[in-house]
């Protein structure tokens, strides 16, 4: 074993206001309110994280729409059966709304018996044309079951109707995607509302969730962790970090498996390199270290387990599929409403594919996940399973076992593409739970509502604004870019985490930014940064898309930057965690230190350097220079993109300094651009350019 324990990589401690848990006289909470403040919008975006009540903000919205607004009825598409659950009917008139929310259960296809499946069900197809001809208000369906009933019945069909989709991240712009499709086709006819909802708004493929011009058409309304987090009543602190382990998994989960605390265990696909192959068994076997099996509970189907100590722990197992009854009755005891607030109906969950986005269990504490899932939304979707805030409960934990490399190629290969995803996982929460930072020139002046100190806002000077009920910092930067259209303001203001999603994702980027020495910085923040922006934003003026890149590098960088700060000297493997609990320190200590922030300091600056950091203190050294051998053998010569890139950094190095580049300089950077610019000519005399 690397460690003795899990390493934490990310840790937010809250400041427990309240503020996220209060009622308005509306019976809504603040992300609810600030939702249907913006209910006459036809085109609605709301992304806010798990346990913030998004559903409830929907009901809100769709009665006020029926009622208010002109619309026929409203359809509530979800992406599976489980979390239809989440829209049943709701005494909303008791905590002061204008009316309840009802859904007849005729009306509710995700009760309807039978597994989640992508098979056009002939009976549900049905029912909805029935609904769609009737005087009821309110359809609950799944994201498969919706897809085939818009192919039946035609987009037309749904005219003057709301749309409302949970779980937003699993639409895309990609050809294949049928639902996206779908809603491009409602978006061209406008003569639908569209709420769309998600806590984490970005996807695994990096495929963008709608087209820039669709996106432009829709209000959002966006609910930070941050605020989420720090409105609650009795969660402290968020720790998230990995555990790197040799040999099975299964050997090593006793180190991270505490049974006194409410855990969500996520064993490994069983094609995973990390899986025995054999799922059933892997569940047997973590049972048995857990204690002395006593039986299943007749009435919830739950695995009963003797500890020495005393105790019988009470564990659903989610995995075994072999027994349909059997499996039916644990997820309907998992999601009997008696037992909601019960915290001792159930102690562990083991599950494969299920228990991830839209369960809600308020008593998790730590979410336990074997090998790398499929993507980043997967896992942010996992660690919202143990984010929700509960009498007691004051840490919750995400953990991410990895199997360190070993000696084989393969395996060295396959190692480092978990770790790679692992950091990347680490790095965007770290951006999630940041507070906003908000950008401008230096000299700019102040912005209204930020705080900037006892002596207030001075020109010339390193200004730094606070506003601690939002969230937000405000940083003066020199030499920044400022964005010119709506669409760039919108962007740098709302989207520069699915930006910085795209960067962390990049697999060669962070290879190359975590283990190889000989990569300067700006090859990362400027060229491949660069690259995304303008992939992803292609409309964009150049000014433009610098404006985002630019923005987009100093959120990731400065949260990194805080991050090193408040990490010192502490050594996270003998137990001192004050390095990573204090991830919202570094940054106002950073805020306080800093005294010029120029952009090409922070394009400077190595992304992934406090990720290498914590990494360091996770893996053995001999296993960080093995994969550190690998990904040097890796590096590629300069291709024609890459070469054109350069060579437009190259151009503005030469304006900037009055000569080219030196293939001989001792500066990294400057020595890359040399070699671009002589690429670009290169492939430009080859014909490689259009």
């Known amino acids: 074993m690397t460690a003795a324990k899990p390493i934490p990589a990310v840790s937010f401690q809250t400041a427990r206001s309240g503020a996220s848990t209060n009622a308005n006289e509306l019976g809504m909470r603040p992300m609810q309110e600030r939702a249907y403040n913006k209910r006459g919008e036809q085109y609605l975006l709301i992304k806010s994280p798990p346990a913030s009540g998004k559903s409830r903000a929907l009901m809100f919205i769709a009665l006020d729409k029926l009622h208010n607004q002109g619309l026929r009825q409203a359809i509530i598409v979800v992406p599976e059966k ?54 009821d208000q ?13 192919e039946r019945f035609g987009v037309e069909e749904f005219d003057d109707r709301l749309i409302a989709v949970d779980e937003f991240h699993h639409v895309s712009a990609g050809e294949d995607n049928r639902l996206g499709n779908q809603l491009t086709e409602f978006i061209a006819r406008d003569k639908v509302h569209i709420v769309a909802m998600t806590g984490s708004y970005f996807r695994g493929d990096a495929v963008p969730v709608l087209t820039p011009e669709d996106e432009a058409k829709f209000e959002t309304v966006t609910y930070t962790y941050y605020e989420q987090l720090n409105g609650y009543e009795h969660l402290k602190q968020l720790d998230i970090g990995y555990f790197f382990y040799t040999g099975r998994y299964l ?3 006793e180190h991270c498996l505490d049974p006194s605390r409410k855990t969500i265990v996520h064993i490994p696909s069983v094609n995973a390199r990390e899986s025995t192959k054999d799922k059933v068994a892997e569940v047997n076997e973590i049972l048995h270290y857990l204690g002395k099996w006593q039986g299943a509970d007749p009435v919830t189907g739950f695995e009963l387990v003797a500890m020495s100590d005393g105790r019988v722990l009470k564990i659903a197992d989610l995995v ?5 009854a059997r499996r039916t009755k644990v997820l309907a005891a998992l999601k009997d409403p008696a037992h909601k607030n019960d915290r001792d109906h159930v102690d562990i969950i083991i599950a494969l594919g299920m228990a991830k986005e839209g369960f809600d269990w308020i008593w998790c504490e730590h979410a336990l996940t074997v090998g790398y899932r499929s993507s980043l939304t997967e896992i942010i979707q996992i660690i919202g399973r143990a984010t929700r805030d509960a009498p007691g409960k004051s840490v919750a934990t995400f953990t991410n076992l990895i199997a360190e490399p070993d000696a084989s190629e393969a395996a060295v290969a396959d190692a480092i593409n978990d770790t790679l995803k692992a950091i990347a996982a680490s790095l965007l929460m770290e951006q999630v739970l940041a507070p906003r930072f908000t950008f401008s020139p230096k000299n700019a002046g102040p912005l209204p509502d930020f705080d900037y100190g006892p002596e207030g806002y001075q020109e010339g000077k390193a200004n730094v604004g606070v506003n601690e009920e939002r969230g ?113 320190e570094g940054v106002r200590q950073y805020a306080m230190d ?33 994969v550190q051998a690998a990904i040097s053998a890796k590096r590629t010569k ?35 651009l040399a070699e671009g610019a002589a690429a670009f000519m290169r492939f430009r005399e080859e014909g490689r350019y259009e």
């Open 251 to 253: 050997e090593a989960i």
């Open 138 to 150: 309110v359809l609950v369906c799944t994201h498969a079951t919706f897809r085939f009933v818009v």
């Open 82 to 135: 489980s979390i239809g659950g989440s829209f049943g009917d709701e005494p909303l008139s008791q905590y002061g709304f204008w009316a309840d929310w009802s859904v007849k259960p005729k009306w509710n296809l995700c009760n309807t018996p039978g597994a989640d499946d992508e098979k056009a069900d002939p009976s549900k197809i049905k029912a909805a044309g029935h609904f769609l001809e009737s005087d």
């Open 472 to 584: 937000q910092y405000h940083f003066e930067i020199a030499g920044l870019v400022t964005p010119k259209s709506p669409e760039a303001a919108r962007i740098c203001e709302q989207d520069l985490n699915e930006v910085i999603a795209a960067f962390v994702q990049k697999k060669s980027v962070a290879e190359r930014g975590l283990f190889d020495e000989n990569t300067a910085p700006q090859e990362m923040t400027q060229v491949a940064m660069g690259k995304i922006v303008r992939d992803r934003y292609p409309d964009l003026s150049a000014e433009d898309q610098e404006a985002v890149r630019q923005h987009a590098i100093a959120a990731l960088n400065l949260t990194q930057k805080a991050k090193s700060l408040a990490m010192g000297t502490a050594d996270v493997t003998e137990g001192e965690q004050r390095a990573n609990t204090a991830l919202l």
């Open 594 to 626: 800093v005294r010029e922030l120029d952009i090409d300091l922070i394009d400077s600056i190595n992304p992934w350097h406090a990720a290498y950091a914590v990494l360091a203190k996770a893996m053995t050294e001999s296993t960080l220079k093995q």
């Open 320 to 324: 075994d599929d072999s027994d349909p």
């Open 638 to 672: 300069i291709l024609p993109d890459e070469a054109k890139e350069l060579a437009v950094a190259a151009v503005k190095f030469k304006k900037e300094r009055g000569r080219v580049p030196s293939i001989t300089s001792s500066d990294a950077w400057e020595q890359r």
